[in-house]
């Protein structure tokens, strides 16, 4: 599946640009812009976009017109941009073929996701153009879903508890945490000194993640304050 091309139409270049740079920093790069209808509308034709970003104030009349003879030709996730707030303004945006309605001042990360969204809706957006977070720290990471922890590179076979350990010190590296933070955070409870339990886990994963797990490099024990991930 090649990149999604997307198509703005917005009279204001600066708020082009903006929502442009946005998308770029979601892996979207396949971008046009246009400044009025005549104009959207050659460009839809030769650039063939699988996403239109209407403004419905244009020089030349209303993105709403824009919209209709998109409609004639394609299916196309269409999302308009107006000042205008007003309900009845939205049910017509929607009614005549919109997928979704955005009031101006709008954050342009929000438009990002809510372009991603209609992608993926549409089936024209792969996972592979998204910006994966993956979150490093010395020789461990972990994904964005918080479910897989890599040291070195290679997965580490560790069980759901382990991992949200490791989520929270991956998240926290240099900083002592506490065991009623950790207990908290991974376990969904308070803590009660539960001291036993804590340390059965703490030991299991430093018998993964460390070289010599009974003098560990990475996790170590604040006496009577808790656990650190050393992050060098």
Same mark, same amino acid.
């Given at each position: 599946?090649?990149?999604? =091309? !997307?198509? #703005? ?8 640009? /903006?929502? $442009? ?5 979601? %892996? ?14 050659n460009r839809f034709q030769q650039f063939k976009p699988d996403l239109a970003i209407l403004d419905i104030m244009l020089p030349d009349g209303e ?11 394609? =299916? !196309?996730? #269409? ?8 309900? /009845?303004? $939205? ?5 005549? %073929? ?59 076979? /560790? ?31 308070e803590f009660y000194g539960a001291d036993n339990t804590l340390m059965v886990h703490i030991r299991r994963l430093r018998e993964k993640i460390e ?6 490099q990475w996790i170590t024990t604040v006496k009577g304050l808790g656990y650190r991930l050393h992050g060098n």
């Open positions: 599946m090649g990149q999604p =091309r !997307i198509l #703005i139409v917005d009279d204001e270049q600066d708020l082009c640009q /903006l929502i $442009k740079t946005s998308l770029n920093k979601e %892996g979207l790069t396949q971008i046009e812009t246009a400044g009025s209808i005549n104009e959207g509308w993105g709403y017109d824009l919209c209709k003879n998109i409609r004639t030709v394609s =299916r !196309i996730p #269409i999302l308009f941009l107006s000042a205008k707030s007003d309900e /009845l303004d $939205k049910i017509l945006g929607l009614a005549i %073929g919109g997928d979704d309605y955005i009031t101006k001042p709008f954050s342009p990360k929000e438009v990002a996701y809510r372009v991603k969204a209609q992608l993926r809706r549409a089936g024209t957006y792969a996972n592979e153009f998204e910006q994966p977070n993956v979150l490093t720290v010395g020789p461990f990471s972990m994904n964005e879903h918080e479910t897989e922890v890599k040291k070195d590179g290679h997965l580490l076979e /560790l069980t759901a508890k382990e991992v949200g350990l490791m989520a929270c010190f991956l998240q926290n590296p240099n900083q002592i945490l506490s065991k009623e933070t950790l207990f908290r955070r991974v376990w969904g409870e070289e010599q797990p009974s003098d560990p």
